[in-house]
């Protein structure tokens, strides 16, 4: 079983940045990705950004590559996201995620976070 924890949410202005963090708790973590996901109030949950935990591969929605970067440091089992100039429509609670493959879909992802709220105010 992994658990997953996310950390880093908050309420900032646009143009800020934020780093949210991932922490996987697991007696022997190696998938083969993890991903983050946000989910706006009243919209479906959507694909931020993933990363081939090996490899260090990086894939991105288009709405956010060139202002966000995932990177993970697999010594902590650890998953971040570097999101700079963020912007009012950003605002969403964001999750990570793990699984066995690479997908800009949740429903392949085996283990979920609870979510950190990040909130950009205009």
């Known amino acids: 079983q992994v658990r997953l924890e996310e950390s880093g949410g908050g309420l900032v202005q646009a143009g800020d940045s934020l780093r949210l963090s991932c922490v996987a708790s697991a007696r022997s973590f190696s998938p083969y990705a993890m991903a983050w996901f946000r989910q706006a109030p009243g919209k479906e949950r959507e694909f931020v950004s993933a990363i081939k935990w090996s490899a260090g591969t990086t894939y991105y929605a288009d709405s956010v590559k060139d202002r966000f970067t995932m990177s993970r440091d697999n010594s902590q089992n650890t998953a971040y996201l570097q999101m700079n100039s963020l912007k009012p429509e950003d605002t969403a609670v964001y999750y990570c995620?793990?699984?066995?493959?690479?997908?800009?879909?949740?429903?392949?992802?085996?283990?979920w976070g609870q979510g950190t709220q990040v909130t950009v105010s205009s």
């Open positions: 995620a793990s699984g066995t493959v690479v997908a800009r879909d949740f429903s392949p992802y085996d283990f």
